[in-house]
């Protein structure tokens, strides 16, 4: 795999998807194959959210390739806040790090900032645009449980919002597996994605409710409300909590189904989910060094 800059789901073939994925699986098994591969390397982190899992990971996985990370650190105490463009910030970090990781709430953010760098531009989630490199986890996750072929997936939750979700719908499409989109009507995938899924010719099947699918399903993977990213509060207030999982919906499951989720998780996975067979979230987090650190390898 060999791209400038990682900024959408829709760059990867299945090709790019199973180089980073074998990549991460054999750094996962021998983490000192790749120890000391990248020293005097340095990865500029540009958060302009919250963040921990994706921050953390990428600070983790740099560190085990033997480079090291700078960061902006928080937009109150960087020159965004005296008013600093991000194509002028990209444009003054790209003179101090070899590449960069951007996470931006507005969508495109990281297409724009790409325009103005010659070092290599990672996409960390740029509003409710995409999230490729949660998606690549995600995907190692998927494949290390239940395979990438011959599955049935439901993705249930925010829709609407949920970058995770734009971005995994599109890989997926890659692959031989039937999706289920479970949502609120007024939070179902935005036209654009359904869009570009069916142009990629995967089947579109929408649901309101998991009852009628959840037997069905191999994988089953969970988002939050995005409460963030709502215009209006009383629209969020309107669907919160309207879905929620726990072990006792869960028990006209497969035996095997794995249930997901990108986390933070609010109240939609109930507690006694973690204690079933059926929870892989915290694995799923913990996936983000070996497939993060087998992205930079291969970008850098």
């Known amino acids: 795999m060999r791209h400038d800059h990682l900024i ?3 760059q990867l073939s299945r090709g790019d998807i199973e180089t980073v994925l074998d990549r991460a699986a054999e750094i996962a098994a021998d983490p000192g194959t790749v120890a000391g591969r990248h020293a005097d390397t340095l990865l500029g982190l540009l958060f302009f959210e919250p963040s921990t899992r994706t921050k953390m990971s990428f600070d983790a996985a740099m560190n085990r390739l033997g480079g090291d990370t700078v960061d902006m650190g928080s937009v109150d105490s960087s020159s965004v806040k005296k008013g600093e463009s991000l194509a002028d910030t990209v444009r003054v970090i790209e003179g101090y790090t070899d590449a960069i990781v951007l996470r931006h709430p507005s969508e495109g953010s990281a297409k724009l900032a790409s325009e103005f760098v010659d070092v290599p ?14 998606t690549l986890l995600d995907m190692y996750t998927i494949r290390e449980n239940a395979g990438l072929d011959d599955l049935t997936i439901g993705i249930m939750g925010d829709l609407k919002y949920g970058r995770t979700v734009h971005s995994l719908a599109h890989a997926l499409t890659n692959f031989d597996v039937s999706q289920h989109f479970i949502s609120p009507e007024s939070l179902r995938l935005p036209r654009g994605v359904r869009y570009d899924l069916h142009e990629a010719g995967a089947l579109v099947r929408e649901h309101t409710g998991i009852d009628d699918v959840l037997d069905t399903l191999d994988v089953l993977y969970v988002t939050r409300i995005q ?6 509060e009383n629209e969020y207030r309107q669907v919160a909590g309207e879905y929620r999982i726990d072990a006792d919906l869960l028990k006209t499951a497969k035996d095997e189904l794995t249930v997901m989720h990108p986390l933070p ?9 973690d204690e079933t067979a059926h929870a892989t979230y915290f694995e799923q987090a913990h996936n983000g060094i070996p497939v993060r650190m087998a992205l930079l390898d291969e970008m850098l």
């Open 121 to 134: 531009i990672v996409n960390a989630g740029d509003g409710a645009g995409q999230h490729p490199t949660q």
């Open 8 to 10: 959408s789901a829709k």
């Open 265 to 273: 998780r609010v109240d939609e996975i109930a507690p006694d989910v």
């Open 227 to 232: 409460r963030e990213r709502f215009p209006d």
